[in-house]
Each structure stands twice: as structure tokens, then as C-alpha cells.
């Protein structure tokens, strides 16, 4: 009689409490995904960077050629660091990037002309995800650039049968250039992707020209680091009444990059 019971009862508790209530299924919240949020990304490279173009301070004009076979003896020093925060198919963008050189030429067979440069360059966009997959992102963007210069041009001169005639001439300028672009990158493999970008801008505001394109190839370490090397060229086209500054800067970057 007591095991009848004991059976009885663990029925009545296996049963639904009501026999005309139907099943409940358990209600599951998905995991947000990796888009829901915010992904942060750093890099740091050394940039490696040659030059050519004409640099003029007041009435001195002069050819500037540093190619990149030559880059070790000119470059006096470089940064080069850029940032990524993206979520909700938005991104914000920057990069900074520094650069000291020096060179000399002979302009002519009885002149010549010394160069110092030390650049400080720096964007910062907003972009929009125009196309999104497992593998890659394109996205548009639009920002400013800007550049900022200080420029020292020592311009000599040896007449026959007279001294040499020395002349140095320093200036410094800074402006800023409205910009937009595109921007994809694509993951091709677990351990590897690519990545490019092409920028425009100027149009008279600061520059009358101004563009930047990039071009690179990642390795992933680990799911939050990244070694990098990439190729970057800027064209500048500023022209003010004592100055003139009409190059482009040129070569490869190396570097590490953090994802978090």
C-alpha cells in the first residue's frame, strides 16, 4: 500500500500541473554577435618613406629627391600610428604620422641647395559600412587632413672668381584639407588578410591637392595582434604667396597592429 502511494505520487509530479495546458519551450536569448558592439583597432608602424617633388620658401625654389635606396641616410626619424573604432556600421578613423629628412643636390653646375624637412601629418575621418561579410568590409568615409610643415632651404651659390654666395631661408605652414575616400579590407585566409584604402581632397580649401593611397598585407598572430607591412604613397599640392610645397612622399611601412 505505501509503494502504490510513493509510485502515485512521483506520476502526479511528473505530469503537467494542468492536463489541458500545453508545452512551454524554454525562451532563448541569443548571444550578441561581434557587431553588436564596439571593436577597437591600433597599429604602430616605422615608416620608411622617400620624396620628391619642389619645395620653395620666398624667392628660393628648389628640386627635392630622396629615393628610397637612399632613405637610411636621409630619413632623420619617423612615426607613424593610426586608430580604428567601428560598431553599428559606423567607424571613426585617425592616423598621425611624423617625419624628419634631410638632403642635399646641385641644381646647377655652380649651385647648390640644401634641404631640411619636418613633417607632422594627420587625419581624422567617419565612416559608413557600405558591404559587410564573414571575410570583408568596404566602407566610405570623409574627414580632414592635416599638414603641418617647417621648411629650411640653404641655397648656395659659387660665381667664377668671386665668393660663394650663401643664402638660408626657413618657413613653417599648417593647414587643413576636407577629404573623403574608400576603405575595404578582406580576410583570405585564417592567418592572413588584405587591406587598401584611396583618399582625395584639397580642392582649394587648403591644398589645392591632396590624396593618400595605401595598400597592405596582414599576418594574424593571434586573434588580438597583427604584423602588418604596407605601402603608402601622399601627394601634396599647396601653394601660398612665400611658399610652395608640391611632393610626394612614398615607401613601406612596417608594423604591429592590436585588435581589442
Keep these: 500500500m505505501k509503494l502504490r502511494t510513493v509510485l502515485t505520487s512521483v506520476a502526479l509530479l511528473s505530469a503537467p500541473a494542468f492536463a489541458g495546458t500545453p508545452d512551454v519551450e524554454p525562451v532563448l536569448t541569443p548571444a550578441p554577435s561581434a557587431s553588436d558592439g564596439w571593436e577597437f583597432r591600433l597599429a604602430i608602424y616605422g ?13 628660393v625654389v628648389g628640386t ?19 586608430f580604428e573604432a ?4 559606423w567607424s571613426i578613423n585617425g592616423d598621425i604620422m611624423w617625419l624628419k629628412m634631410s638632403s642635399s643636390s ?47 632651404v640653404d641655397f648656395t ?9 650663401s643664402r638660408t631661408i626657413g618657413g613653417s605652414e599648417t593647414w587643413i584639407d576636407p577629404i573623403v575616400g574608400l576603405r575595404a579590407r578582406h580576410r583570405f585566409a585564417d592567418n592572413w588578410s588584405v587591406f587598401g584604402s584611396a ?16 595598400g597592405g598585407i596582414a599576418y594574424h598572430m593571434t586573434e ?37
Design 47 to 59: 615608416p620608411m618613406m622617400g620624396m620628391d617633388g619642389t619645395v620653395g620658401v620666398g624667392p
Design 106 to 152: 646641385y641644381p646647377g653646375p655652380n649651385s647648390y641647395l640644401g634641404f631640411k624637412q619636418e613633417q607632422f601629418m594627420s587625419t581624422l575621418t567617419t565612416g559608413f559600412e557600405l558591404y559587410e561579410d564573414e571575410s570583408t568590409v568596404f566602407d566610405i568615409f570623409g574627414g580632414l587632413a592635416v599638414t603641418s610643415l617647417d621648411v629650411d
Design 199 to 214: 583618399s582625395y581632397g584639397g580642392f582649394g580649401v587648403g591644398s589645392d591637392e591632396y590624396w593618400q593611397l595605401i
Design 86 to 89: 567601428r560598431g553599428n556600421r
Design 157 to 165: 651659390t659659387f660665381p667664377a672668381l668671386r665668393p660663394p654666395v
Design 64 to 82: 627635392v629627391d630622396i629615393p628610397f635606396s637612399e632613405i637610411l641616410e636621409s630619413l632623420d626619424g619617423g612615426f607613424f600610428s593610426s
Design 224 to 260: 588580438h595582434s597583427s604584423i602588418a607591412l604596407a605601402y603608402r604613397g601622399i601627394g601634396v599640392d599647396y601653394r601660398d604667396d612665400n611658399f610652395l610645397y608640391n611632393t610626394k612622399t612614398y615607401g613601406p611601412n612596417l608594423g604591429i597592429m592590436f585588435r581589442f
